[in-house]
């Protein structure tokens, strides 16, 4: 048998589990939406304790036996889950997986870093030919990240599971040994960058509205609050080059309040001034016409100077092509799929967008208060970026200001209510208002009404 040795991937670690893990062990199993698709309810300390000491006394592949993997945070060495490997006795050659990830972990690509890791060590260290993996049909994220992975549905049964007094459908998929160790490589993995996760507030943290999707080395910016190439640059310093200012060519706007928009000349010039050679291409609601070519009136000497002066400037990169758009479809290109759905957010036209990718579904909520319907447009995405204001400060507020945030924003509880209904993979807050109340307070708020996974957006964070 193989002497097992941990697995190390960019952010993650499978590693036997140890004692430390213990309170981090019982804390994830105990959580009734990690609990919610899987066949047990608690654990207890000593259950926890025995179990941990079994398992580092175990070896992985030993045919009939399962065991558990740790999954930790390689920078940390915090337990986040585990991951479970199954060789049959009967056929040493076929093998079972199983996964489970704590809740504050989930929506991050980690799991999928870890199944990944997985089955390579399966494949490449044990005699295995075929590889499956079964979950509860209701249990989208999992199946999901499986499909992501490149397994193949190859079933579908019906009541085959009584699971917490019930019947329970569920899919199996598999993988063969050829179809992993030799598939193509892929870079096509898709991320969410928080360029900016302010409001009109001029809080020095965060920078105003601003959000990339990069996927495949392009990015796609949505909304241009003050600071959002200065972000960009920040970003691609930390290791994401699709985001250097010169190769910021995509954008989207939702709505045209000034928190959203005032980075825009910010947008269509500096990229310029250092090396953009292509016009900015943006999509936006009625009126970013007239908004473009009115900075670009405002702009027209500086633009001339650079032109006709010394400076080497192209005649291409300052220039910005415009596509005004309604709800529907409004871009399509080899990486991304995006459609707008209207919101409602004061008189004038606003817009949420939908992200489709090869392997994530991202949802920007805009600028909205809750409405009949809304959800529809959450459900089941892999990640739900979306405003929210705090329901305590709200109670400190003016009257006037109490009316005006009720009518156009959504309300910390009226958000957890939209994601019950819509159970994204992971709820992003951003265009958090506090009104003298914590980041931490608003958490608590949402998930006092909503139990799925939920994490208060910064500036640059990365998902």
């Known amino acids: 048998m193989p002497f097992f040795q941990p697995q190390v991937t960019e952010r993650v670690v499978l590693r036997r589990f140890q004692m430390s893990d213990r309170d981090a062990f019982v804390a994830i199993r105990n959580d009734p939406e990690v609990a919610r698709y899987q066949s047990w309810d608690t654990l207890d300390q000593a259950a926890a304790q025995s179990f941990i000491r079994e398992m580092s006394q175990a070896e992985p592949g030993i045919p009939g036996a399962w065991f558990q993997f740790a999954i930790a945070r390689r920078a940390t060495d915090e337990l986040i889950g585990d991951c479970a490997l199954h060789i049959k006795q009967d056929d040493p050659r076929q093998a079972e997986i199983g996964f489970t990830l704590a809740r504050h972990a989930q929506g991050q690509g980690l799991a999928s870093e870890a199944v990944s890791a997985l089955l390579t060590y399966v494949f490449q260290t044990h005699d295995v030919q075929r590889v499956v993996a079964i979950c509860d049909v209701r249990n989208r994220g999992s199946f999901a990240l499986l499909e992501r992975l490149g397994l193949r549905r190859e079933a579908h ?23 992993w160790l030799y598939r193509a490589p892929s870079t096509l993995t898709t991320k969410v960058v928080l360029l900016g996760t302010g409001t009109p507030n001029a809080d020095p943290a965060r920078q105003g509205p601003a959000v990339a999707i990069v996927v495949n080395d392009q990015a796609y910016v949505v909304d241009f609050g003050p600071g959002i190439v200065r972000q960009a640059a920040a970003a691609a ?80 990169g300052y220039r910005v092509l415009v596509h005004e758009y309604e709800a529907g479809l409004i871009y399509v290109d080899d990486n991304v799929r995006v459609e707008a759905f209207r919101v409602e957010h004061g008189a004038w036209p606003a817009f949420g967008l939908t992200f489709a990718t090869a392997d994530r579904t991202i949802v920007i909520s805009g600028d909205t208060r809750p409405f009949a319907g809304l959800a529809r447009h959450y459900h ?70 909503y139990d799925g996974a939920v994490v208060a957006g910064r500036d640059l964070d990365v998902y």
Not at 389 to 397: D, H, N
Not at 403 to 414: F, G, I, K, L
Request: charged share 20%; net charge negative.
């Open 157 to 179: 049964t019906l009541q085959s599971y009584w699971n917490k007094g019930s019947w329970t459908d569920e899919y199996q998929y598999a993988v063969l040994r050829d179809e």
């Open 237 to 316: 310093q930390k290791g994401l080059p699709a985001l250097a200012p010169q190769r910021l060519t995509r954008a989207f706007l939702t709505h045209h309040h000034s928190d959203h928009t005032a980075g825009y000349a910010d947008l269509i010039l500096t990229p310029w001034v250092l090396g953009r050679a292509e016009p900015l291409v943006v999509y936006g609601p009625r009126g970013t016409q007239a908004m473009t070519d009115h900075l670009l009136a405002a702009y027209a000497e500086d633009i001339r100077e650079r032109r006709e002066g010394l400076e080497p400037a192209n005649d291409q």
């Open 380 to 449: 089941d995405c892999d990640v739900l970026i979306h405003e929210v204001y705090s329901v305590q400060g709200f109670a400190g507020r003016p009257a006037d200001w109490q009316r005006y945030h009720s009518n156009v924003h959504t309300s910390a509880h009226e958000l957890a209510a939209l994601a019950t209904q819509a159970r994204p993979g992971l709820l992003v807050l951003v265009h958090q208002l506090l009104w003298g109340v914590t980041e931490d307070d608003l958490l608590a708020e949402v998930r006092a009404h």
